[in-house]
């Protein structure tokens, strides 16, 4: 319990107990907003010409393994590689393809969202 | 979205002293380039556009990636242009018809090689963010 003495008053507040709860409330947002965000990358897949979805299975959510690193989408990562290897060259086109962009697409369309969830979760704490 | 690639061309080719546009005689392509061009070149195209509204403005952020390839047994080349490239569009300020240009600003930098072929073509692409704004309408 932390007691902060002013002039006059006296604040006491349970800080630890605070900043665990907006800990797990950052983290459950963090979550949904990595869903979001390789929901929609599917989705621009998808809508390109010629896809079969095993792309699509490649897209991955994973954790961080650093404190506070929050969650990170992944497409083809060393755990998940499958050929045919094409998420780089779809995502930043080659000499001869062009590039069709899913990743970052899909990151910047959320970014507002991603920023209006974080503060919905802040203001409910 | 075609306003800002006429800029980005614009910028280009009224730049024709500039190194940017010489170390690639002057080839510089929206989306993909023709069959059979010449090396070196610089391709470029949009990665993703998000608009934003407020009483008064309306705001574009636009993601442009630029390509560089070279066909070259050396990497020099390719990074000459990258050079180049970033000399003449870090922080540039570009003429986007009925819109005011904000900032231009470099964000990622990638290789973008391909060794199987021969001589071996090595490349980057480059990433800026592009803001332009509007007054309501």
Redesign the interface.
């Known amino acids: 319990m932390a007691i902060h003495k002013g002039q006059g008053y006296t604040i006491e507040w349970d800080a630890d107990k605070v900043l665990k709860r907006a800990d797990a409330v950052l983290e459950v947002t963090s979550r949904k907003v990595a869903f979001l965000v390789k929901r929609d990358a599917i989705r621009y897949l998808m809508k390109l010409k010629g896809f079969t979805g095993n792309m699509a299975r490649q897209i991955k959510v994973h954790v961080s393994r650093y404190k506070g690193g929050g969650y990170y989408i992944i497409a083809q990562g060393s755990k998940d590689w499958h050929p045919p290897y094409y998420a780089s060259f779809l995502e ?4 001869k ?3 069709k ?1 899913f990743m ?2 899909a ?3 959320n ?2 969202k991603a920023q209006r969830m974080y503060q919905d979760a802040i203001d409910k704490l | 979205m075609n306003k800002v690639f006429t800029a980005i061309y614009n910028k280009f080719n009224n730049n024709v002293a500039h190194g940017a546009y010489t170390s690639v005689g002057g080839r510089f392509y929206l989306n993909v380039a023709p069959q059979g061009a010449t090396f070196p070149y610089v391709v470029f195209f949009s990665v993703a556009d998000a608009n934003e509204y407020d009483t008064s403005d309306e705001t574009e952020d636009i993601t442009i990636q630029f390509n560089i390839f070279s066909q070259n047994n050396s990497v020099l080349e390719a990074g000459q242009i990258l050079t180049n490239l970033k000399s003449l569009f870090d922080n540039c300020s570009l003429t986007v018809t009925n819109w005011r240009h904000l900032e231009m600003r470099r964000r990622n930098t990638y290789p973008n090689n391909d060794y199987e072929q021969s001589p071996p073509i090595v490349g980057y692409s480059v990433e800026y963010d592009i803001l332009i704004e509007k007054t309501r309408s």
Request: net charge positive.
């Open positions: 930043l086109g080659t000499w393809s062009e590039g962009p970052r697409t990151r910047k369309q970014l507002r």
